[in-house]
């Protein structure tokens, strides 16, 4: 009788990348335009909070010093 060889398959864990809360001095960029903004004021409405530009989420860029 053949033995059959059983795979498992395992499950690849689904990690979703959870932004960083918001700070002043933080700087986002859109990447349809190139508008730069810089965070000021940090409103507290909530933990994270999208910018949205040319109907993207703008991504985090590096501050000027």
Do not use: N
Request: charged share 35%.
């Amino acid at each position: 009788m053949a033995v059959k060889k059983v795979q498992k398959k395992v499950a690849k864990k689904v990690v979703k990348k959870v932004p960083k809360s918001m700070k002043e001095g933080d700087a986002y960029s859109c990447s349809v335009c190139g508008l730069s903004i810089v965070v000021d004021e940090v409103c507290g409405c909530a933990d994270y909070c999208d910018i949205i530009c040319c109907e993207k989420p703008m991504k985090p860029k590096r501050a000027r010093a």
